[in-house]
């Protein structure tokens, strides 16, 4: 909107970068531009103003598929008006001279142009189309016919309009009709979901089952080892009593032979004691065989005297002594 001051019964108005002023002065062409400032009297002035940036509608609207299905479509077309004047003389862009408001409503007149112009291409589209094949190719479809509409149709360009761009947001089906859509690639998911989760616990089962396998052969292993090592130590306790009882016999044997050696030695030093003994008892019995009677009394005595404890004092009475002498004296007598 222009911005208009007053000044003593005069006006000045400032526009934007963005807009075209037309001013009319008693019906001639006093000002056509943009980013105009110019001095007026509103008595004499007809003041119009059109927009040339370029303006965004949204649109939505139903239309049926031909499996009569409603759905929902959804599109932004960009415009912009390249002819200022054109559209100055076909649409009312008068401004009010003190306000510098729009005195009609000139861009709802061409929302409406362009949304039933656009509306009517889509409904054509879809209505040869089915809803599956709205919902797969129905943006791309759309899009290229309402943008082919919209530049073939011959009021655009007479009014001045020229079309930028056509975006189709969306087509979409009731909210029934899209939940029972959604139901089947849904319930695929859900497959698809338990499907992996079942594959998901066999494999966890899988899993603890070979682990209980290793653990079980692990155990059978050891066992078996343990097996091993008891036969092995039982062998090898056998072989230590074997070896332990060989050498105790070893060692009875030697013993026994240096028993018998010893005994041998005994019995033969014995014998030759005993020999010896003999023939020492021999030549003394020869040797007293060959002596007299006193002497071998004599001998006895000495023998006695040996043999007999110790005598401190000994007493011989007259009687004893004259009797030995006695016999002393026969050395002839046989008897002792």
């Not at 655009?156 to 309009?161: D, E, F, H, K, V």
């Amino acid at each position: 909107m222009a911005d208009i001051t007053r000044r003593l019964g005069w006006r000045h108005l400032r526009s934007a970068p963005t807009s075209h002023i037309r001013h009319h002065k008693q019906g001639q062409l006093a000002h056509d531009g943009t980013g105009l400032s110019f001095w007026f009297r509103p008595l004499t002035a007809a003041l119009s103003e059109v927009p040339v940036n370029d303006r965004e509608l949204a649109m939505a609207f139903h239309a049926r598929t031909s499996d009569f299905q409603d759905v929902t479509l959804q599109a932004t077309v960009t415009y912009r008006i390249s002819e200022p004047a054109t559209a100055a003389a076909r649409l009312d862009f008068s401004v009010d001279p003190d306000t510098g408001a729009w005195r009609g409503a000139p861009l709802e007149q061409l929302a409406t142009l362009l949304t039933e112009t656009a509306q009517q291409h889509a409904l054509d589209v879809l209505a040869r189309t089915s809803l599956a094949s709205a919902l797969v190719d129905g943006v791309s479809a759309v899009r290229d016919r309402i943008t082919s509409g919209l530049t073939a149709e011959p009021r655009l360009p007479a009014t001045g309009i020229e079309v930028v761009a056509v975006r189709v947001v969306a087509v979409r089906p009731e909210a029934e009709v899209e939940r029972a859509l959604r139901t089947p690639a849904r319930e695929q998911i859900q497959q698809e979901a338990d499907r992996a989760t079942y594959e998901r616990r066999a494999v966890a089962v899988q899993r603890e089952r070979t682990i209980a396998e290793n653990e079980l052969a692990s155990k059978i292993e050891l066992a078996r080892q343990e097996e091993q090592l008891v036969d092995q130590n039982g062998i090898n306790a056998r072989r230590e009593a074997e070896e332990n009882a060989a050498a105790d016999g070893v060692r009875a044997e030697a013993e026994a032979a240096r028993t018998v050696r010893l005994a041998r030695a005994e019995a033969e030093a014995a014998r030759e004691v005993g020999e010896a003994r003999a023939q020492a008892q021999a030549a003394w019995l020869r040797v007293h065989g060959d002596a007299d009677t006193a002497t071998l009394h004599a001998l006895a005595a000495g023998r006695l005297a040996e043999n007999l404890p110790r005598i401190d004092s000994l007493t011989l009475s007259p009687d004893v002594l004259t009797g030995l002498l006695a016999k002393l004296a026969r050395p002839g007598d046989g008897t002792s």
